[in-house]
């Protein structure tokens, strides 16, 4: 197997500014390391990308999920579509101002991994990841974030405990006088299942900044 090397952390920035200099923030408030080896990206390439339509759009393919012998879904993929089912339910109540942080941090696993086109790293569920997302949904109602809504899950099974979760979700944005934006994009989830209920230990995500510039959002 090929071997991960993590990068140093930087310290995180406050979420309702823009990145720092030369950083990158993803969909979930994660800023990421500009121009890093392509050689941190050998894990996710080792572990996901095992065939080429690993990544394809969702919207180029039939909805589909691995089932079991008897054609059904396994017990993880349905609990991996109510986990992103309560995760909807989570990041609109957010939307309000209303969520308990321990309930969203609840949906991540002990550690994760980040990637997104700027690179990779590596972070921890703790206070201070919290702190970061609570203020991450702050930024998002400011810049009017009105809903965020989820569409397909399409589940690629790894083994009996972890899989792959290409997500579609639909971010709605309030323009004032003018007509609401919506934008569609996509996140690819690692998932792990032990004896409780899974939680996500990485995602792979495009750049989020940029598409709200290219939207006129910010």
Same mark, same amino acid.
């Given at each position: ?9 930087p ?12 950083? !990158? ?8 390391f ?32 691995? *089932? ?5 879904e ?27 942080m321990?309930? @969203? &941090? ?11 086109? &700027? ?21 998002y109602?400011? #810049? ?18 972890? *899989? ?6 639909? &971010? ?14 996509? !996140?690819?989830?690692? !998932?792990?299942?032990?004896?409780? &209920?899974?939680? #996500?230990?990485?995602? @792979? ?5 940029? !598409?709200?510039?290219?939207?006129? #959002?910010?």
């Amino acid at each position: 197997m090929l071997q991960f090397h993590a990068a140093p952390l930087p310290q995180r920035a406050d979420a309702t500014t823009k990145p720092r200099q030369g950083f !990158v923030r993803d969909f979930h408030g994660v800023e990421h390391f500009p121009n890093l080896p392509g050689g941190q990206l050998k894990l996710l390439y080792t572990q996901l990308l095992l065939n080429r339509d690993a990544f394809a759009p969702l919207s180029k393919m039939e909805p589909q999920t691995r *089932c079991g012998s008897d054609g059904r879904e396994t017990h993880m993929e349905n609990s991996v579509r109510e986990l992103f089912g309560r995760y909807e339910k989570l990041f609109r109540m957010a939307l309000t101002g209303n969520v308990d942080m321990d309930e @969203v &941090a609840s949906s991540y696993a002990a550690a994760f991994v980040a990637a997104s086109p &700027a690179g990779v790293r590596v972070g921890q569920n703790d206070e201070n990841l919290k702190q970061v997302m609570r203020q991450g949904f702050e930024n998002y109602r400011r #810049i009017g974030t009105k809903d965020m809504r989820l569409g397909h899950v399409r589940i690629a099974p790894i083994d009996e405990h972890h *899989c792959l979760a290409h997500v579609a979700w639909t &971010a709605i944005y309030d323009r004032g006088s003018a007509p609401d934006i919506s934008i569609d994009f996509e !996140v690819h989830y690692l !998932v792990q299942q032990l004896q409780d &209920a899974p939680r #996500i230990f990485g995602w @792979v995500s495009g750049d989020e900044q940029a !598409v709200l510039r290219q939207h006129g #959002i910010i």
